[in-house]
């Protein structure tokens, strides 16, 4: 990795976003551009101010956030309370944020961004439904070039859904969104359900952090502890997945992670399976492999990352 990998993260906080932008925070290659909000786990006025409170968490009040798309493309707008509770990042109690809310509009600021930095050298990194990021590309399609590379959490195969029996969260928002990403010919890497659901918030991984004594460390084990508490009951596990650091953790250290390039598309059409990552693992069409799926990941090294740069920050 260069000294310097430059990223934009577009993120809908959310608890697991914020151990994401926590763990970037922490992580000094990381040359974080801004962080750009979109509606997804909770409505758009929430995630913007989720963001901010998660960059002044962690003594960052410098990072610019910008807010983005209020709702999907083309459906509704579905939200997922039932699981991050009403603000989001129910859990600790979080100070309202004093950093200011960027005035430039996130798909503007995205754009902006990518051409002007050198081509191929800023990486996005998607944690929540790809609204921000299809209308960017829709806006300047001379950016799909300049891209690096597309990073994101979203979708399931082997795993299924998660908010319908076919459909991971992120994707089901907002399908059409997603099919503009995979359609662009940009070089995307998934982390799907079948990763996120083997990296577990076991009780041991969460006193790790809660042991780092810092204020970024006890309030992610807040946050953990409230966020679990859904997938345990669903699950039955010591521990619910922990989606979105998978992400930023494939940035700093890609060897944790073990996957293949398949052809992905994304079902946008039936209301049966809306939102469905249909993945072609075992090559059985000839479509073009378009993504580089991950399925597995070393959860121990994984943790072992996530513990060490949270421990960086205050």
Known sequence: MPASHKIIIDTDPGQDDALAILLALGSPELDILGVTAVAGNV???????????????????????????????????????????????????????????????????????????????VTLCPLGPLTNIALALNREPRIAARIKQIVLMGGGFFEGGNITPAAEFNIYVDPHACDVVLKSGIKVVIMPLDVTHKALTTSSRLAALRGLGTRAGIAAAELLEFFERFDEEKYGTDGGPLHDPCVIAYLLKPELFKG???????????????????????????????ATVMRDVDAAGFFALLTERLGRLN
Not at 51 to 59: D, S, T
Not at 67 to 91: C, F, I, N, Q
Request: charged fraction near 30%; glycine fraction near 8%; include cysteine.
């Open 43 to 121: 409505p758009l006025e929430l995630t913007e101010k989720n963001a901010r409170k998660i960059c002044e968490l962690a003594g960052r009040s410098d990072i610019r956030v910008f807010a983005g798309a209020s709702r999907p493309l083309v459906r509704k707008l579905v939200t997922a309370e039932h699981v991050h509770g009403k603000t989001g990042l129910d859990g600790p109690d979080l100070p309202e944020p004093t950093m200011p809310l960027q005035k430039q509009h996130a798909v503007d600021f995205i754009v902006e961004t990518l051409m002007r930095e050198e081509s191929g050298t």
């Open 260 to 290: 293949r390039e398949c052809n992905v598309e994304v079902e946008t059409a039936s209301e049966l399976t809306m939102g469905m990552t249909v993945v072609d693992w075992w090559g059985v069409t000839d479509r073009q492999k378009n």
